[in-house]
């Protein structure tokens, strides 16, 4: 969990209908309530970690954390990511690290943000 200290510079930077990631094995209710975060942002979480260990054969949860990313805001197609990661990983390591965000972007899950309504 985060260092209270780390906790209040990155929690003030959120704005309405922003996105908080979080690699936990929390439901995004439980975790939005125990960080006291606002009802007016999306929070997802997946256990990115477990992933990592379990397709990659390392608890390096990076990759596995930018499906999470394509899952909440769809900000380039997938096949944008899985050619980098290619690029960057060639062969086997590299076609374990797609599994690993394609399962990550299957068990996120999500506690999307309330409608904000301007009266």
Same mark, same amino acid.
């Given at each position: 969990m985060l260092k209270q200290r780390y906790l209040s510079s990155l929690l003030?930077? $959120?704005?309405? &209908? &922003?996105?908080?990631?979080?690699n @936990?094995?929390? +439901?995004p209710l439980n975790l939005r309530k125990k960080l006291n975060l606002p009802g007016e942002v999306n929070v997802w979480t997946v256990y990115a970690t477990t992933i990592a260990l379990e397709e990659v054969g390392r608890a390096s949860p990076n990759t596995t954390m930018l499906g999470v990313l394509l899952a909440a %805001?769809?900000? $380039? *197609? %997938? +096949?944008?990511l899985e050619k980098g990661i290619l690029w960057r990983w060639p062969g086997?390591?590299?076609?374990?690290?797609? @599994? !690993?965000?394609?399962? !990550?972007?299957?068990?996120?899950? =999500?506690? *999307?943000?309330?409608? =904000? =309504? @301007? =009266?």
């Open positions: 003030g930077g $959120l704005k309405k &209908g &922003g996105y908080f990631l979080a @936990s094995e929390k +439901e %805001t769809k900000i $380039l *197609p %997938t +096949e944008y086997a390591v590299g076609e374990k690290n797609i @599994s !690993a965000f394609k399962r !990550a972007m299957k068990e996120a899950k =999500v506690d *999307p943000a309330k409608e =904000v =309504v @301007s =009266v």
